[in-house]
């Protein structure tokens, strides 16, 4: 057997690989959510009092948004009890002391979650040169490479480092693309984010390796609100990775997290993530609700901004990775590949809203539904009044496996510019069955022939990925795909 | 001689609609079998039915392949057992990549035969020899399946997918249609080079000329489903000369 | 200083709802329903922005107007040139007998008046059953205050020689709500086709909401022609539900010219196998007009077969919406669905927002759908202007063909110059 059939073999049976917790102390707050935890949440952070401040204000706003159940956000296609905001823990982190000066500090059961997660933090790995910040429950507990980046000036730490050490770049940027106003679940993670990762790249700087961060849900009856900053300035690049996932439990995990970019001028950002959280099991039972807000913003001209995703986790995903295309000649890419499966629901795309002349924006999203999940695509084009020679290309692809799932898609395209060229595709089909029959004329198997021709369907997104993360992100397809056909 | 193929009075339909009356027909290793005939008269419907296409009906008949029911067996089965069919219209697989595509196949055929799987580095050289072997443009392979290839390039990957999986019954269904001369020529070179004593080889085609260089041991004539003449490679020429009107003129009744 | 209470405007729809009914009387067959339908108004009131389906139509000021109900006056009716039909007139929603062309129909066709119409039964069982009021606020409306009407009723294995043209002719001085309301029943492989179309007499504004439900039974065939030329003062609300039995055939073809506001909806529910659902549309609009085409195909049976395909003209400060949405229900395997929506914006105030949505449950489908919105075509304008055409009427000769892909689909060849003639006009 070949080692990726061996890994295959091994994560068929388990299911959910990731599906273990670890035993580790940690400081959790009591469940519920009002003033006083806000307050104490700021307290164990040693926030400024403009970050207090600023948590209290997202939480006065948060809480008329929550006072009406009816209010609630509801307009995406998917379906969820309504959740008990006081039934959740707004603060976990592991172990006693919060912060971690280095990794001999760690509490080794950690270490060894991190590498029951294949992160590269041991010194073999770290020759693989990877960037990492590690955030579990709430806290971010190591970052590597640290010093190499330093001498770059490229600042690549935890949110609460940033906000202890780089508070004015901190408050410049943060809540300037995503405001504490803008959703429901934005104004929560305002009040109550706990941690989270900064990056900040010098003007002209290329980011010499990929910076990468791995979240993790750890705690029962714990939510995760971290925050991402990312600031590009004019003609600087990186790439950034993004893991995620969780333990199996019965019950329902929120995630809430906000990730803001800011690309200045000629700057580049790549943004990578590959999601992975606990999905409940067959029944529906357990989960976690990924409710995340993800904008950049083009600010400069000629900055790109690419967001490339493989959804394949979480009982609720509701995601829509974005971008504001200020600035002339900008660019904004999403690439997509969102799988379901079992009873999860995913409703996701993304926003394009061009403002910028010359700005061009191409959507690429492939849906695979099974079994008795849903699977949509929510996209919004906006081309403004002033956006001159807008251009845009959406392709929508969705494929079913089986006769008992839903694949949807639901572009919205507002064009107020008549310069503007906006052309939007979506087909859905199965696996044709003429390929099938191609396959199997080779002498390949019925599940084998599926899992090639799925695995083709998303080849264009796949390619978009880090090298490293792309074969990451095959295994976790053959996965999830082996344990769906068939 | 070794009897690789025996099919008695084969019958299928599609739709309820019959297209095969009653074939028979038997293929011994080594030997090259040409089926010839007007178009619907039932040829491609016959090599779909042998590769186990599930869309026919089968009405009645039945087929032997190396003494085994070859309609009880499933599609990707036939193919592990060493039927191979060159498709008349390859199929585009979109993202598939060619290499992972014959890693698949390959190691597939080999694992139900006993055999170690081929590893890459061994994969790649057995896809070299062979790509060579039928002028096949080496960046096909870099490519997605069949994906945006010519016409002709479908062809040659076919073949160069025949050569790959070294079949027992290896069945063209007009592989000549849509090359041109030249095509044609290193086309069926290839299938030449391919000729063992223990292969067997059923060639459809519309038109003689591709008989002038895949010179086969028998030739067989099909109208309205049936095998209604056979004989040696003189009769392709024959209905060269007067058509196939001919032949439907001169049938017993 | 006396206070002014805050009436919703709903409640004014309401109290005129009594002021009619006792004008009217509250017995008859579709009392009941009428009844029914008020009664979900008064509790869903009109879609505001928030509503999902209106996200992109403001209907608020044309509904916050005062309107009377008018009685119809003398008229006279234009009809259109070169249409050889039977004619069926409404004048402010009564049928008038005195303007309408029935004499020859074949027999087992039927047009009359809903009120008083022969077959009770028929009138029962398909009045109100396609048109859901429950979720349509201005179809409970329509049906609340549902008084007269058309019916046409084409029996089994019954093919109509010509088309049924319906005309409603709108006459009034003061600003008027017309309610239309039409049935058209085509039993077991009978075939019809109807041209609709309005006419306004006088300068003042007009609100008509009109309901139109189709039963194409078993084999049976219906082409509906929709043809609309509004006034800045006109604002249209239509309804068009169809309801498609096994291995019929349903087309329409909507035409829109301008209006204040115009909202049609169409809904298609394919209820049995082998259906075939064409729906085509070209909207054209200049100055403030703003027109919303919201169309739903429900495929609820396997093998089916629908496709959509329409296209816009925006010119000045014109509005246009796009609002597709398929359904293809669990189990309903083997439907191809195709949506098409082509849009051209004219000047750099016009706008577009289409969305053409999929909801999809089954896997053997082939379902897709396509939007581009976009200027003309720059190459195409190069080289007919390098064959020495002027550029106006380049620019003219293109957008025409644009709108002529979908002219030529409808059946009826007398409607093609008319529409022809219509897109000249707004080019000009």
Redesign the interface.
């Known amino acids: 057997m070949n080692t990726d059939t061996q890994y295959l073999h091994q994560v068929a049976e388990s299911d959910y690989e990731h599906g273990w917790s670890t035993e580790i102390d940690s400081d959790t707050i009591p469940k519920g959510l009002s003033e006083e935890v806000i307050r104490l949440i700021s307290a164990k952070k040693h926030d400024p009092d403009w970050m207090l401040e600023s948590r209290l204000r997202a939480f006065r706003h948060w809480e008329k948004l929550a006072s009406d159940t009816d209010k609630y956000p509801r307009w995406a296609h998917i379906q969820y009890p309504n959740i008990d905001f006081q039934d959740i823990s707004y603060y976990s982190a592991p172990g006693n002391k919060p912060r971690y000066d280095s990794l001999d500090e760690v509490d080794p059961e950690l270490i060894k979650t991190f590498e029951a997660l294949g992160i590269p933090l041991e010194e073999q790995k770290v020759l693989a040169g990877v960037a990492v910040d590690a955030v579990i429950d709430s806290v971010s507990v190591a970052t590597t490479f640290k010093e190499e980046l330093a001498k770059h000036g490229i600042i690549f730490c935890s949110f609460t480092e940033a906000i202890e050490n780089h508070g004015d770049l901190v408050r410049k940027y943060m809540g300037s693309v995503v405001p504490y106003t803008d959703n429901f679940y934005a104004a929560l993670n305002a009040a109550v984010f706990s941690d989270g990762s900064f990056c900040y790249i010098p003007a002209g700087v290329r980011c010499p390796m990929e910076l990468s961060t791995y979240f993790r849900i750890n705690e029962a009856g714990t939510g995760q609100f971290e925050r991402t900053l990312i600031v590009a300035e004019e003609g600087s690049y990186v790439s950034y990775l993004e893991g995620c996932t969780a333990p199996r439990r019965d019950e329902n995990q929120l995630h809430a997290a906000v990730v803001e970019i800011i690309a200045h001028k000629d700057a580049e950002v790549k943004y990578s993530t590959i999601q992975n959280w606990y999905p409940g099991n067959a029944e529906g039972k357990g989960g976690v609700y990924n409710f995340v807000t993800k904008r950049g913003i083009c600010e400069g001209a000629g900055s790109k901004i690419s967001w490339t995703q493989l959804e394949t986790g979480s009982a609720i995903t509701w995601k829509y990775p974005s971008v504001i295309l200020k600035g002339d000649h900008s660019v904004g890419e999403f690439y997509s590949v969102a799988f379901t499966k079992g009873r999860q629901q995913a409703d996701t795309g993304t926003k394009m809203l061009h403002l910028g002349r010359n700005t061009s924006s191409t959507i690429i999203s492939k849906g695979i539904s099974a079994d008795r999940s849903n699977n949509s695509y929510r996209g919004l084009v906006r081309i403004n009044k002033g956006a001159e020679n807008a251009r845009n290309f959406t392709q929508c692809d969705s494929m079913l496996l089986g006769d008992r799932c839903g694949a949807h898609t639901f572009p919205y395209l507002e064009i107020q510019n008549p310069t503007a060229q906006v052309e939007h595709e979506a087909t859905t089909s199965k696996v044709g069955e003429d390929q099938m029959f191609y396959c199997q004329q080779r002498g390949i198997s019925e599940q084998d022939a599926i899992k090639l021709l799925v695995s083709g369907f998303c080849q264009e997104i796949l390619t978009q990925l880090p090298m490293e993360f792309a074969v990451e992100a095959r295994k976790l397809l053959a996965i999830e795909l082996e344990g769906s056909v068939g | 001689m070794k009897s690789i193929l025996n099919i008695q009075g084969l019958k299928a339909s599609v739709e309820g609609m019959p297209i095969l009356n009653g074939v028979n027909l038997s293929i011994n290793a080594g030997e090259v079998h040409a089926i010839m005939g007007p178009n619907g008269s039932g040829k491609s419907t016959l090599a779909s039915v042998l590769a186990g296409n599930e869309d026919y009906e089968i009405d009645g008949g039945t087929v032997d392949y190396l003494g085994t029911d070859l309609l009880d067996m499933d599609v990707d089965e036939r193919a592990r057992e060493g039927v191979f069919l060159a498709f008349q219209y390859p199929v585009e697989l979109p993202g598939v990549s060619t290499m992972n595509f014959l890693k698949q196949a390959v190691n597939s055929v080999r694992e139900h035969q006993g055999l170690e799987p081929l590893k890459a580095a061994a994969l790649l050289r057995l896809a070299r020899e062979k790509a060579a072997l039928i002028e096949l443009d080496a960046r096909l392979k870099q490519r997605s399946v069949n994906q945006g290839f010519s016409g002709g390039e479908k062809k040659r990957n076919e073949i160069f997918q025949l050569a790959m999986l070294e079949p027992t019954l290896a069945i063209l269904d007009e592989t000549d249609s849509g090359l041109d001369i030249d095509a044609l020529r290193s086309v069926s070179n290839g299938v030449n080079q391919l000729r063992t004593p223990d292969r067997g080889f059923l060639v459809i085609t519309h038109y003689q000329r591709l008989l002038d260089y895949l010179v086969p041991d028998f030739v067989h004539v099909m109208v309205n489903g049936k095998l209604v003449r056979s004989g040696g490679r003189e009769l392709a020429l024959e209905l060269e000369e007067h058509g196939y009107d001919w032949i439907q003129d001169h049938l017993p009744e | 200083m006396p206070i002014v209470m805050d009436h919703r405007v709903e409640d004014r729809f309401l109290a005129a709802y009594e002021r009619y009914q006792s004008m009217n009387g509250t017995s008859g067959p579709l009392s009941d329903l009428s009844q029914k339908a008020i009664e979900r108004f008064a509790e869903v009131g009109f879609p505001t922005r928030k509503n999902?389906s209106w996200k992109?139509t403001n209907i608020t000021p044309v509904i916050n107007r005062t309107y009377q109900i008018a009685d119809p006056e003398t008229t006279t009716v234009d009809g259109i040139e070169g249409l050889d039909a039977y004619r069926a007139v409404f004048v402010n929603g009564l049928f008038a007998p005195e303007h309408s062309i029935l004499d020859g129909l074949p027999s087992g066709a039927v047009v009359e008046s809903l009120h008083g119409a022969s077959e009770d039964d028929l009138i029962q069982t398909h009045v109100g059953t396609y048109a859901d009021y429950h979720q349509e606020p201005f179809t409970a409306l329509n049906t609340a205050f549902l008084k007269d009407g058309v019916v046409i009723r084409v029996s089994s294995g019954v093919k109509l020689d010509r088309p049924v043209h319906i005309i409603h002719v709108i006459t009034a001085d003061q600003p008027i709500l017309v309610q239309p309301r039409t049935l058209i029943h085509a039993g077991e492989g009978a075939s019809i086709q109807v041209v609709y179309s309005t006419e306004l007499k006088g300068s003042t504004s007009a609100l008509i909401n009109a309901v139109t439900e189709i039963h194409v039974s078993k084999e049976a065939q219906v082409e509906f022609s929709d043809l609309q030329i509004g006034t800045p003062t006109t604002s249209r609300v239509t309804n068009l539900s169809v309801y498609q039995q096994n291995q019929s055939k349903f087309q329409s073809d909507v035409f829109t010219f301008g209006g204040e506001i115009t909202r049609n909806n169409l809904s298609i529910h394919a209820d049995a196998e082998h259906c075939e659902s064409l729906l085509h549309g070209l909207f054209m609009a200049r100055e403030k007009s703003h027109i919303d085409n919201s169309t739903f195909v429900d495929h609820a049976k396997p093998n089916c077969m629908s496709s959509e395909y329409y296209k816009g003209i925006l010119d000045e400060d014109a509005v246009g919406v796009f609002h597709g949405q398929v359904l293809v229900r669990?189990?309903a395997?083997l439907i191809n669905a195709y949506q098409t929506n082509r849009?051209i914006?004219?000047?750099?105030?016009?706008?577009?927002?289409?969305?053409?949505?999929?909801?999809?449950?089954?896997?053997?489908?082939?379902?897709?759908?396509?939007?581009?919105?976009?200027?003309l075509d720059k190459e195409g304008l190069f080289y007919l202007r390098s064959r020495g055409i002027h550029e106006k009427d380049a620019r003219r000769l293109m957008l025409t063909s644009f709108a002529g892909d979908i002219i030529e689909k409808s059946p009826i060849q007398a409607l093609h110059e008319v529409i022809y003639g219509h897109v000249d006009r707004m080019l000009s």
């Open positions: 999902e992109y669990e189990d395997q849009s914006l004219l000047t750099d105030t016009a706008r577009m927002f289409s969305k053409p949505a999929l909801e999809i449950y089954a896997d053997d489908v082939k379902c897709s759908h396509g939007a581009t919105t976009g200027q």
